[in-house]
C-alpha cells in the first residue's frame, strides 16, 4: 500500500478519498486551489497545498502542478477523483515517469478505452451488444446522411471525446440532422479539442443502467452490480438507484457477467464502470466505460459493504483483489440523491453564496457525502454538487420512505438547491412504479414536473 | 480640500497661498499635476491590489493618504494575505482623472503582493522547489517586476517578481525549500517615494 497520497480533487469527493486513506492507514495531502482555500477537505486534511489559483486549468487540470505539488510533499500516488484529470491517459503517464502511482488504470488502459466508438468495437467483440451506430467517425455530412438512413432515425449525434451531454443531439429526420452537423462539431471542438462525431441510435423509451466492476493488476475480476441512472435532465445524473427496477433478478446478473466478462478480456484495469441503454423490453447495448471512481458510486457501497476508493487505492497499488464474486452480497435497496447548487425553477440555474446553515440528515440507512457546513462559502468556479444524499432500505419502499424523511430533514440555507425535484420525484408516479426513462424530466419539462408533483 | 477625491491631500501647512511667488504656485500646480496623474492612480491601485485599509506616503513637505470607505473591505486578513481577490477595487474617485486614471492603472499585477506601509513581499507563481537569485543579496535595489528568484515546477523555472520598487529584505524561505503555489518568499522593504513608485526612473 501506499506510504502518502496527494488528492487531486476538491469538494465532497476530496472528502471521501481522505477517508478513504485515513481508513486504509495511509497519510493524505490534500491540493487545493485558491479557490477552495476555505473548504472543508482542506481543514479537515493533516496536510494541504495550494497548487495554483481558482482556475481549474491553473491548479485541477494542471498537470506540472498537481504533479509537483505530490514530490515536493514526498507522496507516492495521486488519486484524482472524478473528473479533471481523472481519465487522461496523458497525465497518468507523467505521473508515472515520475515514478509516482496513479490512482486508477495505467495510462495504457486508459489508451485503450479513451475513444468511445473504438472502446464499442472493442467490447462488442468480447460479446457485449452494442447499439447500432455509425462505422467509426463522420467523414462528412454526405457520409452521416448516408450512415443515419442504414441506423433508422432517430439517431444522436455524439462526440468521440468527453461525455455530460456537450456536442450531443437527437434529431427525427435527415433534415435536422444536416441543420445539427456543424453546431455539434463546433461544441465538441470547443468543450473537448475534437470534432469527431458518430452516430448512435436513439431508444426513445431507454433506460440508463450501468454495471460496476473491479479488476486487479492480475486479471482477476468481480463485478458489484448494477446501477439505475435513468433519472437525468438532459443527459445528466440526477438520482441513481440500485438494483434497478427495471430488469428481473435473472436479467441484472446476467448484465453484470456479461459485463465483467467482457471488461477482463480487454484487459480493463481497476474499478470502472460500463454504461448500458435498456429498452422497453430488456435488450442492453453497451454505450461506454468509466474509467474511474463515479458520483454515484455510495449506492454500491452501501449494497454491497465494499469501499470501492479503498479498493481502487489497492488494486493501484498492485494488491490483489482478496476476493470472489462468492463474497460479494447484495442487499435490500440504495438511492443516491445528487444534491445540487441549481435553481430547478429557472432552468437549474447554479447558485452560488454562503451556506447560512447547513444541517444533515441521520438515522437508519441515512449516509450523507458532502463538503457543506454552516458558514461555507459556495465558489462559484467548479460544478454545482454541494454533495449526496444516500438512503438504504431493506426494499425499494423502505428507501423511498427514508428518502422523503431525509430530504425534509435536509437543511441548506442560503442557496437554491435541487432538493424539490427530488421530492417530486418522489411523489411522482411512473418513479414509484419504477418505470422512469431517461426523457421522464426532459419530456415534460422540470418546471412542468414540480408543478404536477405539487398539485399531486 | 478637495473632497471630490478618495485621497486626503494636504498642501505644506507652512506655505500661505497668497504669499507664494508665480514660480512656486507654477511648482505647486506641476506637483499637484504629478499627484493627479502618476501618484494618486499608482497609489489607488496599489491599495486595490492589497486589500489594505489605507495607505499614507510623505514627500518633502507633502502627505497623500488614501482610505477605504467605512464599508469597504476588512483590513489585510492575517493569513495569506497574497490571496486576496484582485477584484476588491479601488476606492472610486469621482475626479474623471483619478477614475481614468485607476482603469488604465489597475491592472492585475503578475506577482500579487502582501504590503505593509514598508514593506512588500514577493510570493510563489507554482507550487514547487525554491531557488534565490544567486547574484541577489539582502540590501540589494530592486525594482517591481525585477526577477528576484525563481521556483522549479518539473525542472521548469517560474519567475518569482519584485511586486514593488524597493530593498531586498530578508527571505522567508531557504533555497531547496518546497513552496506552495501564492506562499510568501522574499520581504521587499517598500520605499515610500513616489518619484520611485511611478516607475518613470528607468
Known sequence: MFRKVLIANRGEIALRILRACRTLGVEAVVAY??????????????????????????????????????????CDAIHPGYGFLSEDEGFAEVVAAHDLT???????????????????????????????????????????????????????????????????????????????????????????????????????????????????RYGHGIHLGERDCSVQRRHQKILEEAPTPAMSDAARTDLAERALKAAVAAGYQNVGTLEFLVDRDGNFYFIEINCRIQVEHPVTEVLTGVDLVAMQMRIAAGEPLGMTQADIAFRGHAIEFRINAEDPEHEFRPSAGVVERYHAPGGPGVRVDSHLFTGYEVPPYYDSLLGKLIVWGPDRPSAIARGRVALEELVIDGLVTNVSIHQALLANETFLEGKMTTNLLDRVGSAAFLAAAARA | MPGSLPADSQRPPDTAADARTADERAADHAAIDRLTEDLLPALIAKLGATGLGELEVREGGWRVRLRRPADGQPPIRSRRPAERSTGDRAERGTDRSTERAARTLHRPLEAKTARTQSRAVATSPAVGIYRPRADLAVGARVRAGDRVGAVDILG???????????????????????????????????????????????
Request: aromatic share 4%; proline share 6%; net charge negative.
Open chain 1, 33 to 74: 486551489s485558491e479557490g477552495d482555500r476555505e473548504s472543508l477537505p482542506v481543514g479537515l486534511a493533516d496536510e494541504a497545498i495550494c497548487i495554483g489559483p481558482a482556475d481549474a486549468k491553473r491548479s485541477y487540470l494542471s498537470a506540472p502542478a498537481v504533479i509537483s505539488a505530490a514530490l515536493v510533499t514526498g
Open chain 1, 102 to 216: 496513479f490512482i486508477g488504470p495505467p495510462a495504457s488502459v486508459l489508451e485503450r478505452f479513451a475513444s468511445k466508438a473504438g472502446t464499442r468495437q472493442l467490447l462488442g467483440g468480447f460479446g457485449l451488444p452494442t447499439i447500432p451506430g455509425s462505422e467509426g467517425m463522420l467523414r462528412d455530412d454526405l457520409h452521416a446522411l448516408d450512415e443515419a438512413e442504414r441506423i433508422g432515425y432517430p439517431v444522436l449525434v455524439k462526440p468521440s471525446a468527453g461525455g455530460g451531454g456537450k456536442g450531443m443531439r437527437m434529431v427525427r429526420t435527415p433534415r435536422e440532422l444536416e441543420s445539427v452537423l456543424r453546431v455539434c462539431r463546433s461544441e465538441a471542438k470547443a468543450a473537448f479539442g475534437d470534432d469527431s462525431l458518430y452516430l448512435e441510435k436513439w431508444l426513445d423509451e431507454n433506460r440508463h443502467v450501468e454495471v460496476q466492476v473491479a479488476i486487479d
Open chain 2, 156 to 202: 521548469v523555472a517560474q519567475e518569482v517578481v519584485a511586486p514593488v520598487d524597493g530593498i531586498l529584505g530578508s527571505s522567508l524561505v531557504e533555497s531547496g525549500d518546497a513552496v506552495e503555489y501564492g506562499q510568501e518568499i522574499l520581504v521587499i522593504e517598500f520605499t515610500p517615494n513616489p518619484a520611485s513608485t511611478n516607475g518613470t526612473g528607468g
